[in-house]
């Protein structure tokens, strides 16, 4: 072979002039060919003279054919490890570390230790006994330990290969070396104790101490000497401290650093020794046992949301995990026996549950049961990964099979089933949850307060949510596509949630709600916002019927959920039935519900522009003297209590809803209810300059009132009043 950058030569003759000094030549086409080389850190090739080359040629030649040797000269000997000196021979022994075997304490000038990975002659252990670097080589089991914590340190307790160490794993080894230092002193401090007297945390209360005067004196008796004498104490605190203190610091965002340093310090707390105290000191972290469990948690719990939310290696993933297994826990460590045994997200269990080709989340496994049952932290982190990748469908179908010995906690996870139901378009089986949610006694909707009472009736009826992850509100939401619920049975869902929910039923907020979302349009504007919607007001003969239906479906619901809704309710495109039957519920609310009435102007409010429901409901009311005086009374007084919430309520809704709200109050037979009416006119009068349009709302009075206020008003006082302020307002267009 020639080298790459020579020209050709013309005759055999000067092929050997021609190649330059430089130039390496040896030609092999079998690379793993042990019977050249000597060891794994060096090839060598001789030049004996002239007749040693002729002779290895054809020694060469007569093993194979095609290998040709066209140059040789003596090696250039590079940097190797002493097993693999051609000078000096070595003797291999699986494990010497008192004295050099035979002549290996020999070393050239090339020769470099293999444990410490520089120049033999720089080893400071090279004939040292005990350590005896000059013996190690590769193929002893003991010497490549050696090397491998030379290298990576504390690593080595992970059982990590070297091609498995990157730089995020020596910095966490090095972090844990360094921690481990630091702790030790403290530990060893711990175990030595200090001297201390039980009075110096409880006071003595011994009576020796005083005279008969009661004076303090220095006297002891017999009963009180273990009070003053000092007893050696084993104090946790500053160990506590300083773990503490290494934890905080830890950053998740370094995942394989964080294992390492956490299962560290896992390590180093099961290692420690729990010695008994004389007394009890108030600090708890003075306590091992207790200091322990507090501080094995807080790792356990990180090591959890590690192992789920990041992602690692298999091999590495199965390293960590089996390492904290391999730990001999003492009795006040049992509780954390399995707590490390998290489930990979490719477990074929889990990945059935995810898949939906499995349901319950249990399945037989080589004659065994076997159940998705993980710790609480695990579920909480597979949650919010399964959130932050938007996979609402599996994270449905996954807190539908998961087990959990909290209970509790995991029940406050379904809470938000309707929800991911909503997200991924399945209206139908949100609203079902609401009544019968799986693995849960009874429904979400038995945790609900008003305010998602109203969140979820507004999401299942517009087919949208809001934006992120969480159950609140915001301005804009987000349309899901969807197939629509059948009409009434959203409504039939919310009554019976409120029948059921003594809390809910008693509560004006919830009626309040449900008549804010049946008065909400079932689309959204195009910024994303919910609309106001005016349900079409029935002639005095449909209303009549429906209003005799309604009673009977109310009479249902109190014993059944799935009840049948008759024609109109089934085919009221725009919810006037629907609002008829709401009204319907409120009056039985109002008849049953305790004294006195609270929240009743927010009802009022909650009808918007749907003024005919809300006459309505004063008319169903009218024949109970006492319950609309009730009413009446309740919606005075939050009217002077929170002025400033009606004068918003007028700015924000205008002309045309006060002009409609007020005639509602002022047309009615009943003086306690028309007295309402009087005393809105006023509210708009005493704040005349905070509404331009009140001279609008005059014209409307003027027209809406006025003809037929003597049909209505016995008091000619009563009468010149009114026509006096409509005046008033009037003269403001």
């Known amino acids: 072979m020639r080298s790459g950058g020579e020209a050709p030569c013309e005759d055999d003759g000067s092929q050997e002039a021609a190649i330059p000094e430089e130039s390496v030549i040896v030609i092999s086409d079998d690379e793993g060919d042990v019977s050249i080389g000597l060891g794994n850190s060096v090839l060598l090739i001789e030049d004996d003279g002239e007749e040693s080359f ?65 120049p033999a002659s720089e080893c400071s252990d090279w004939t040292t006994a005990g350590h005896c670097h000059c013996n190690a080589h590769n193929k002893s089991k003991h010497w490549k330990d050696q090397r491998d914590t030379a290298l990576v340190g504390v690593l080595t307790m992970f059982d990590l290969d070297l091609t498995e160490i990157d730089n995020e794993l020596k910095e966490g080894g090095n972090k844990l070396q360094l921690f481990l230092s630091e702790l030790s002193p403290a530990y060893h401090k711990y175990l030595e104790g200090t001297l201390m007297k039980r009075d110096s945390v409880t006071p003595c209360v011994c009576t020796c101490h005083k005279d008969k005067k009661g004076n303090k004196t220095n006297n002891k008796c017999n009963n009180c000497n273990s ?82 939310l990041k992602e690692y290696p298999k091999t590495i993933y199965d390293k960590f995990v089996g390492f904290f297994q391999t730990f001999s826990l003492p009795p006040h460590f049992y509780s954390f026996t399995s707590s490390l045994n998290v489930i990979r997200w490719d477990h074929c269990l889990l990945t059935s549950v995810l898949a939906g080709q499995n349901l319950t989340g249990t399945r037989t496994n080589k ?176 209303l009549q019927a429906m209003m005799n239906m309604s009673c009977t479906i109310l009479d249902e619901l109190q014993r059944q959920t799935n009840v049948h809704l008759p024609e109109p ?34 009802l009022v409010a909650a009808f918007g522009m749907n003024h005919w429901a ?67 006119v006023e509210i708009l009068l005493r704040n005349i300059t905070k509404f331009p349009w009140s001279g609008a709302v005059g014209n409307s009075l003027q027209t809406k009132v006025v003809p037929f206020i003597r049909t209505y008003m016995v008091s000619s006082v009563e009468h010149q009043k009114l026509m006096t302020n ?6 403001r267009s």
């Not at 590079?78 to 008192?98: N, V």
């Not at 579920?379 to 959130?387: G, I």
């Not at 309710?569 to 609270?598: C, D, H, W």
């Open 227 to 308: 009070n003053h004498t000092p007893v050696t104490f084993h104090n946790y605190a500053e160990v506590y401290k300083k773990v503490i203190a290494y934890l905080n610091q830890i950053d998740e965002d370094c995942p394989k650093a964080a294992a390492v340093m956490l299962l560290g310090a896992a390590k180093e707390l099961v290692s420690h020794n729990p010695l008994p105290n004389p007394f009890t000191l108030k600090d708890r972290t003075a306590n091992m046992r207790e200091s322990c469990v507090i501080l094995m948690t807080k790792i356990v719990r990180s090591l959890q949301r590690l192992l789920v």
């Open 54 to 118: 002729v002779r290895e040629k054809k020694t060469l030649e007569v093993l194979d054919e095609e290998l040709a040797i066209t140059f040789s000269r003596k090696a250039h000997v590079m940097p190797h490890a002493r097993y693999d000196c051609s000078t000096h021979p070595f003797s291999r022994i699986e494990q010497e570390t008192q004295v050099p075997v035979e002549k290996n304490a020999s070393f050239c000038d090339e020769c470099y230790c293999y444990l410490c990975d520089k």
């Open 726 to 731: 409509i005046g008033r307002l009037t003269s």
């Open 367 to 542: 004659g065994k049961k076997e159940c998705l049952w993980e710790a609480l932290t695990v579920v909480q982190c597979r949650v919010q990964r399964l959130e932050e990748e938007k996979s609402y469908r599996q994270l449905v179908r996954y807190l539908n099979a998961v087990r959990c010995s909290e209970h509790s906690s995991l029940n406050i996870l379904k809470q938000k089933l309707c929800l991911y139901m909503c997200k991924y378009g399945d209206f139908s089986a949100a609203a079902n949850c609401l009544l019968q949610t799986k693995g849960m006694q009874g429904s979400i909707s038995q945790f609900f307060t008003p305010i998602f009472f109203e969140l979820h009736l507004a999401m299942l009826r517009t087919r949208s949510c809001p934006p992120g992850n969480e159950l609140k509100w915001t301005e804009v939401w987000e349309p899901q596509e969807g197939v629509a619920l059948k009409r009434g049975l959203l409504l039939r869902t919310a009554l019976r949630i409120l029948i059921c929910n003594n809390v809910l039923f008693h509560d004006s907020k919830c009626w309040s709600a449900l008549v804010r979302v049946w008065c909400t349009s079932e689309t959204l504007s195009r910024d994303g916002k919910l609309m106001a919607l005016c349900v079409h007001e029935p002639d005095q003969v449909t």
């Open 614 to 680: 809300l006459s309505l409901l004063l008319e169903g009311i009218s024949p109970m003297t006492e319950l609309l005086f009730q009413v009446m009374s309740s919606i005075k007084k939050e009217m002077y209590e929170d002025e400033p919430r009606v004068l918003a309520l007028f700015i924000n809704r205008g002309p045309n809803y006060v002009s409609h709200l007020i005639p509602v109050f002022l047309l009615h037979p009943r003086e306690g209810v028309r007295s309402v009416g009087f005393d809105l």
């Open 569 to 602: 309710f089934q085919k009221s495109l725009n919810g006037t039935a629907e609002l008829v039957l709401i009204v319907q519920a409120i009056v039985r609310y109002l008849m049953t519900t305790k004294r006195p009435l609270r929240g009743m102007m927010e």
